[in-house]
């Protein structure tokens, strides 16, 4: 059979330049199989036949196709040709293109591996030899490029028949296949989300067994194709499949670490790894409601390791208490604040502004729901509003896909509720402009307009008028908020001298209570007279070292 290959143009070059090479040129992999279930793709891989020749033929296209000069990686026979955007259109190549279309080519191969790497030992090799070394045989497929055979398909290993029957199967034995290479089981779980494709039960047989290989695989390898899966249609098809096999045990122990039903007195909570599952495959059904394709990227990709993770501080908070049942109270401070930043690490994830973003997201999912009842201030959605900022749409995504209660009711209640939420938002918005909003007066202001140096009295004039703001005691505007800062002063002087005093007068393990001495000034009724206010004080240096250790 043939099959219509994405950007002919440029792989009819491809073909022709073999040609004038003497060489046999394939299309392999995805290209082809996408081609046959009608995807799109830009993953247009070469194969050419003989030694040095995918390097050769690489270097030969870019110039007929005059871009520029292939990025040659001699240690691995491999090249890669870029042509730009402007090259595609010049070619006839309209509608959606990439920026860039990128050509990898290499020489047909075969390979052997060690058990302790999975780095292989490669050699030249038959066409047959490269397509059986190949993860999946959907992704054996080859297609001719050159000019007398264009687009018939090479099938060595039955793949056209698992396409048509939607299966992920090995070309050679599947233990041989994991254990060569025990990314490829992450890969299984990630084709089978993106494809819609079961895997065949011999091949999950070896993912079971050899589920612990999976740690000989770099954080970065294992973490680009988790990202593929999760920006899948339906991400729980692959993340269910790591999870069975117990190759997800050993990516994210913390997810995996909620899986189980616990039951007191004949009061069970709901397994929240599952859960967990269902927030994932809600939130890509979602996403794809408001723009985003069958593969999320960018921060939508984010919002889904967000999804992912939102549940992890559950395990540690995780508590029963009569009369009320299972609790986890303080699970969405506990899972942003210590357990994701470790998952980041661990897995190489970016430590900058995408943490931010999951930190974020998953620390706020519960507020939304507290704003739900008809009589909730303004000045808590004015927080919520500015505690979100730009991150707001995103956390709403999240927080509808959580929703994930067996009973269409209840599911239809809390989205109701989640609608007038965000009515509530565009109001509130509109009238005070509270997203990303900043005080209006700032600590500088405050430092260079009365002549204080930076210290307690200043931190408290920047939360008090913050708070005042918040809660409508003062209008969101400069004038106002400065006569506040103006009537405060002295108040704010005075407390600062105060915890100045008391700070000099602790020592050793005394010190424990300066926390609670400056939350007792910034927020307390601090009396006015010098014998209350000694009272006071030492009151809270009392509570705050009662009980403590000393180490």
Known sequence: MTVSLPFEPILRRVGLEADRLGLDAYAVGGAVRDALLGRETTDLDVVAVGPGSGIALAQATSKALGVKKPAVYEAFGTAAVTVPEKRLRAMGLEGVLPKSLVLEFVGARRESYRAESRKPIVEDGTMDDDLARRDFTVNALAASLNDDSFGTVLDNYDGLADLEGRVLRTPLEPGVTFEDDPLRMLRAARFAAQLGFEVAPDAVDAMTAQADRIKIVSPERITDELGKLLAAPVPSTGLGLLFRTGILEHIVPEVTALAGVEEVGGRAHKDNFWHTLEVVDNLAHLQRGVGVGDR??????????????????????????????????????????????????????????????????????????????????????????????????????????????????????????????????????????????????SGDEIKQKLGLDEGIAVGMLKEWVREAVLEGEVPNEHDPAWVYVLDRQAEAVRRGGLFESVVRSLSGPQKRAIGAVKDALFWGDVPEGALEVATFLEAVVAEALDGAPDG
């Open 296 to 441: 999320a990227d960018g921060y939508d990709l984010w919002l889904r390791w967000a999804a992912l993770l939102h549940d992890v501080g559950k395990v540690v908070t995780k508590r029963y208490e009569r009369g009320t049942g299972w609790t986890f109270h303080g699970h969405e401070d506990v899972g942003p604040r210590k357990i994701i930043p470790e998952v980041f690490r661990r897995l190489r994830l970016p430590l900058g502004d995408p943490l931010d973003f999951v930190q974020t997201v998953v620390r706020l999912h519960h507020r939304p729901a507290a704003l739900v009842d008809s009589d909730v201030t303004d000045s808590a959605v004015r927080r919520l509003l500015m505690d979100a900022g730009d991150d707001i749409e995103d956390l709403m995504l999240l927080v509808r896909a959580d929703v994930t209660s067996k009973n269409a009711r209840r599911v239809r209640k809390y989205l109701a509720g989640f609608d007038r939420v965000e009515k509530r938002f565009v109001e509130v918005e509109e009238r005070d402009q509270m997203r990303n909003w900043q005080p209006p007066v």
